[in-house]
């Protein structure tokens, strides 16, 4: 390794770059023909650092950098590598080295250099590398991958107009990477603040790609095998758990940032007060219908997991939904409706509890979260009262026996006395009374003719009932 890093000295930036990139593909590619694994010496990765992200070894050697057009042609020649190299264990191997974080003062620059070749990636539609960096965001600490989903989102919804249709692009291309991408998104945009509320084209794209295809959000779990213990700090291995948040406490939290600023009284800073409010109630009139439609898909793709579970054989034992993160939920929609005025945000608190008891009822329905009602009625005791999260919190209505006949209109529920009530007490049974003998059969009657029978009278629905109520 020393000799070929005093041969990389004497290189220019990116011909040193394009070096280390062509011993890599040669290191690794004779590693996996031994080692299913290959192992990653601590020269190699040196090595990455100092001539790719120019992090230099010694403290008194000044870095060689790159200028702009040396490292888009830097990122051109990455593109071609990954698009070009056949063998996928190569691929993920070299994308590994590359851009997983070390811990050390690289790591800025390797993440800034990922976030431009994946988004060049999206520009270009380089199936190969978003399929690595799919892999990378689901192995690597959950910190670093809202990071590139920042990128992203800068990229394609926030610097260029219109841009979000080269994102949606993608769609069919990598499901996969945009499975994972959903999942770094919602993770990002927590609705905690204001400034972490998700825009309205990244919303709409998500929605849409979640409606078109409900598995979309599974495909990660679908094809990966199930360790007991999975990697701590990572992303989960399904966006349900975000996409929830979003459902259940975007009404309140878009009422938050929409609240009306207080004026010193003054006419014109009243009326810029109210200015700003309707312009906040419009942009949320328009984000709610698809937070709505949302919603509706969050529950279908919960319908489905059952069946998902059960061929895995992890139904009952293994839930997409931590209870963890139903605690953090309804502490942070505890949080928010205090915050809020009550009185102004009736309807909205009324909407957030509905979709959070739909989500609770068809989530442990179907196995996606592993808990009872009891766990959670002293969690939601501190929710201001919902009738179907009531609902949901008492269980099923216990069904009486097939031969128990009830009246119409009678509710087990509801007439079964309290517990408290005192049992009453049980009567004497009564003695049985004297057989009475038998009579005597009376004479048979004489049979008598049959009367005439009256023509039938035929219903007429056309014709109006005569019968008139007495006033």
């Not at 060689?64 to 070009?84: A, D, G």
């Amino acid at each position: 390794m020393s000799d070929m890093r005093h041969s990389l000295l004497r290189r220019d930036a990116l011909s040193a770059a394009k070096e280390v990139l062509y011993h890599l593909d040669i290191y690794f590619s004779s590693q996996l023909q031994n080692a299913s694994v290959p192992s990653v010496e601590k020269g190699t990765i040196e090595l990455v650092e100092e001539f790719i992200f120019h992090v230099p070894k010694e403290r008194n050697v000044q870095p060689k950098r790159l200028n702009s057009l040396q490292e888009l042609q830097l990122l051109e020649i990455m593109c071609s590598y990954f698009q070009e190299q056949s063998k996928d264990a190569v691929r993920q191997i070299i994308f590994s080295t590359l851009f997983s974080p070390q811990g050390n003062k690289a790591d800025d620059s390797r993440l800034a250099m990922l976030g431009k070749l994946v988004s060049m990636a999206v520009a270009v539609c380089r199936v190969p590398i978003l399929e690595c960096a799919a892999s990378w965001l689901q192995r690597t600490h959950a910190v670093y991958c809202v990071r590139l989903a920042r990128v992203l989102v800068d990229d394609y919804c926030s610097l260029v107009p219109m841009s979000i249709q080269t994102l949606k692009q993608i769609f069919s291309a990598s499901p996969r990477f945009c499975c994972q991408f959903i999942t770094a998104v919602t993770a990002l945009y927590d609705l905690s603040t204001d400034d972490l509320i998700p825009p309205h084209d990244l919303l709409e794209m998500i929605v849409d790609w979640i409606f078109e295809d409900p598995r979309l959000t599974l495909v990660t779990f679908l094809n990966t095998p199930i360790v007991a213990n999975l990697p701590l700090g990572c992303l989960e291995l399904t966006p349900l758990s975000g996409l929830v948040r979003w459902c259940v406490e975007s009404p309140l939290s878009y009422k938050r940032n929409r609240k009306p600023s207080l004026s010193n009284g003054h006419g014109a800073s009243s009326k810029l007060s109210s200015e700003g409010v309707g312009e906040g109630e419009g942009e949320v009139d328009s984000q709610q219908p698809l937070y709505s439609k949302l919603h509706l898909s969050v529950l279908q793709i919960l319908m489905m997991v059952q069946v998902h579970l059960a061929e895995k054989d992890l139904y009952g034992c293994f839930g997409l939904l931590m209870f963890e993160h139903v605690v953090q939920l309804v502490e942070e929609l505890s949080r928010l409706v205090e915050e809020l005025n009550p009185l102004n945000t009736a309807r909205e608190t009324e909407l957030s509890l509905d979709r959070l008891a739909q989500s609770l009822q068809v989530a442990m329905a179907s196995g996606a979260l592993l808990c009872s009602r009891e766990d959670l009625r002293p969690l939601c005791s501190r929710l201001p009262h919902n009738n179907l999260l009531q609902l949901v919190l008492s269980g099923p209505v216990q069904q009486p026996a097939p031969h128990a006949a009830l009246p119409p209109g009678f509710y087990p529920h509801i007439h079964t006395p309290p517990l408290s009530y005192p049992a009453l007490p049980v009567h004497p049974a009564h003695p049985a009374l004297p057989v009475h003998p038998t009579h005597s059969a009376l004479p048979a009657h004489p049979t008598h003719s049959a009367h005439p029978t009256h023509p039938a009278q035929t219903f007429l629905p056309g014709m109006a009932f005569p019968f008139r109520p007495i006033r």
